[in-house]
C-alpha cells in the first residue's frame, strides 16, 4: 500500500475511533467538576495507562480494562485472559509491579462467564497475580467482562515526559502468532511464564536505572496510535519511519499497524541512552528497534518507502484529548 492509503486507513480504524472516544469521556468528566480534571488529584495527568497515586516511598497505580461483548461472545477464554494479561500490561507500562485484580462479569448463567473465568485463572496464575474478588451477575443478556488492577511504582515511566530529540523505540514480543481472525498477536498463552514476567520486569528496571521516563504499552490503537497518545500528552510531534517498525516478515504492514500484541511497548528515550535500552530488550529475545524521533513540532508525521504524510497535528486535532490544561 502507498502512504496516503496507510495513513489513511489507520485515520478511520476501529482502534483509532475508540481512543479519539476518551476525549469525549474526560471533557465531560472535566465539566461535571468544579475544577475539571484538575479535581483528580494524582502523580500524573488523566490520559495515562494507570492512575498514580502518591503513596509514601512511591505509587499506587490503578487501572481498569473493559471488553466489546464481541469479542467476549467469539473468544471467552481468550478474552478473560486478556482481562488479566493487558492490565498487568499497563501496570508495568508505568514503572510497576502487579498486586492484584477484581473483576465485573456479566454472563447469561455460566455462559459464557464459565470459560471468561478459566482464561483469567490461566493469566492470573501465569503472570503471578492473584484474582481477590469482583462482582457478577449471571441474569444477564449479554456477556460483559472488566478487569481493574492495583500496582506499585517506586519510579514512574508516564506518557507526559517525552522530550524533542528523544528516540521513539518499540519494543516487542514477535515470537507469536494471531488469533485468528481477529487483531489479537498471542505471544503469551504459550510461553514460559517464568519468560512473560521476567520480560515485564524489564519495564520497571528501566525506570529505576533512570534508563527511560516516558512509555506506553501498545493498545487497541496499534503501535502508531499508541504513539499518538503518548506524544499528545506531552504536547510534542515526531517523524515515525514506518519501515523500522520491528514485525513478523509474513505480515502485511497495515495489519500489523493495527494489530494489539500481548507484549508490546512504545518508549520515548533520550538519545544517549536509547542503545542501552535496546540492548536490554534484545538481550531477553524480544525485538527492539528505533522507529522515530521525537519533535518540538506538534506534527505527528509518517514515512514510508521515502514519502512523507501527515497523520496527525496533535496542536490542532484531539485524540484522546488528555493533555494538561487542554480539558
Known amino acids: ?13 476501529r482502534g483509532f475511533a475508540h481512543k479519539r472516544d476518551i476525549g469525549d469521556v474526560v471533557g465531560a468528566l472535566a465539566k461535571a467538576l468544579p475544577g475539571g480534571v484538575d479535581d483528580l488529584s494524582q502523580a500524573v495527568a488523566v490520559g495515562d495507562d494507570c492512575a498514580a497515586i502518591p503513596d509514601g516511598d512511591g505509587y499506587l497505580l490503578f487501572a481498569i480494562e473493559g471488553f466489546v461483548e464481541d469479542f467476549i461472545d467469539s473468544m471467552p477464554w481468550f478474552a478473560g485472559y486478556c482481562g488479566v494479561m493487558v492490565n498487568v500490561s499497563d501496570i508495568y507500562a ?53 478487569v481493574a488492577i492495583l500496582g506499585k511504582a517506586r519510579k514512574l515511566l508516564t506518557s507526559f515526559d517525552a522530550r524533542p530529540g528523544d528516540k521513539l523505540l518499540m519494543a516487542v514480543d514477535l515470537r507469536g502468532a494471531y ?42 490503537a496499534g503501535a502508531v496510535g499508541t504513539a499518538l497518545m503518548l506524544l499528545e500528552c506531552s504536547k510534542v510531534g515526531a517523524v515515525i519511519y514506518l519501515d523500522a517498525i520491528p514485525r513478523p516478515p509474513e505480515v502485511p504492514l497495515l495489519r500489523w499497524l493495527q494489530s494489539f500484541p500481548s507484549y508490546g511497548f512504545v518508549l520515548s528515550v533520550r538519545p544517549e ?55
Not at 522507529?291 to 514510508?304: D, I, K, W, Y
Open 94 to 146: 508505568m514503572g510497576g509491579r502487579p498486586i492484584a485484580v477484581v473483576d465485573a462479569l456479566w454472563s447469561d448463567g455460566m455462559t459464557p462467564g464459565g470459560e471468561v473465568l478459566k482464561g483469567m485463572a490461566a493469566a492470573s496464575q501465569r503472570y503471578g497475580v492473584p484474582i481477590v474478588g469482583g462482582h457478577s451477575n449471571n441474569r444477564s443478556q449479554r456477556g460483559q467482562l472488566a
Open 273 to 327: 541512552l536509547a542503545a542501552a535500552v535496546t540492548a536490554r530488550f534484545r538481550a531477553r529475545g524480544l525485538a527492539c528497534q528505533e522507529v522515530g524521533e521525537v519533535t518540538a513540532s506538534p506534527q505527528v508525521l509518517l514515512r514510508h518507502e521515502g514519502d512523507e504524510a501527515l497523520l496527525w497535528d496533535v496542536s490542532e486535532q484531539t485524540f484522546i484529548g488528555a493533555r494538561s490544561g487542554d480539558v
Open 1 to 13: 500500500m502507498k502512504l496516503a492509503e496507510l495513513t489513511a486507513a489507520l485515520q478511520s480504524s
Open 179 to 220: 488469533q485468528e481472525p481477529h487483531p489479537y498477536w498471542n505471544a503469551s498463552t504459550s510461553a514460559p511464564a517464568e519468560r512473560l514476567r521476567a520480560d515485564l520486569e524489564l519495564l520497571p528496571e528501566l525506570a529505576e536505572a533512570g534508563l527511560c521516563d516516558a512509555a506506553k504499552d501498545i493498545s487497541m
